[in-house]
């Protein structure tokens, strides 16, 4: 007769390391196997084994008789995760969800020096909502509103030596930036033509940076209350699988 676990003993055992990992997790300090036992409801044996087996594959450590933190494995394994992470990729199916919901175009804008370019923007064919790479779609950062969102947690002086060098005024562009952090969007009206309309929100990674901003296009008409909480929720959306955490 085999020894080999059940599939249902492998996701029991799996599950029970998930527990005590979130346990370690939630701590700041190392936690002792009685109250690392208590919260998850397992046997005190069975916690000590589970996480001396973690501690031998470096997923926790022993901090002290008894007691446990997470490991030094875990930093390096999230540091590659982290290094993987592109916004392009992670962009890409809710950009098109963000589409079929409004019947607009979305674009996703990262800043290259002084100015935003456009790296991809939805399109809608037969088969469906694409993604199409944009070839020299740019704008200077202070004159369109993809580029204001990037410029949202610049200070002062930098924001006074860029709308020096493109002839903008300072005064105004802060005000934008004050409304953004307000209300989560920056419009552009008239935008790339008449009756060419962008809305535009940032997109954040695991430090809290300002990394590309998201933005929806339309012809004519106003913004639609329910495409602006699409677009800011599409925004979150991607920023959460860049490992962003919204404060609580």
Partial sequence: MSDSPTPTTSVQVMSRMFALLDVLATESQAV?????????????????????????????ERSGPGHYRLGMRLLALGNLVKSRLDVREQAARPMQD????????????????????????????????HLTCTDGLR????????????????????LQALCQLQADNLEGLQRELDTLRTQGIVLHHEAMGVGQHMAATPIRNDLGQI??????SWQGGDLRSDWVEALKATASRISTAMGWRAPE
């Avoid at 002792?32 to 926790?60: F, Q, W, Y």
């Avoid at 589409?99 to 674009?107: F, I, K, W």
């Avoid at 990394?211 to 929806?216: H, K, P, Q, T």
């Fill in 98 to 129: 963000l589409h079929r919901l409004s019947g607009h175009a979305v674009s996703l804008f990262v800043r290259q020096e002084d100015e935003a370019v456009c790296l991809e923007r939805t399109v809608a064919e037969r088969h469906g909502i």
């Fill in 32 to 60: 002792s196997l009685k109250v690392a036992s208590e919260r998850t409801g397992l046997h005190p044996s069975t916690a000590h084994r589970i996480l001396n087996d973690l501690a031998v594959g470096g997923l926790v």
């Fill in 139 to 158: 704008a200077p950062l202070t004159r369109c509103a993809a580029g204001k969102v990037l410029l949202l947690d610049e200070p002062s002086l930098v």
């Fill in 211 to 216: 990394i590309a901003s998201l933005v929806l």
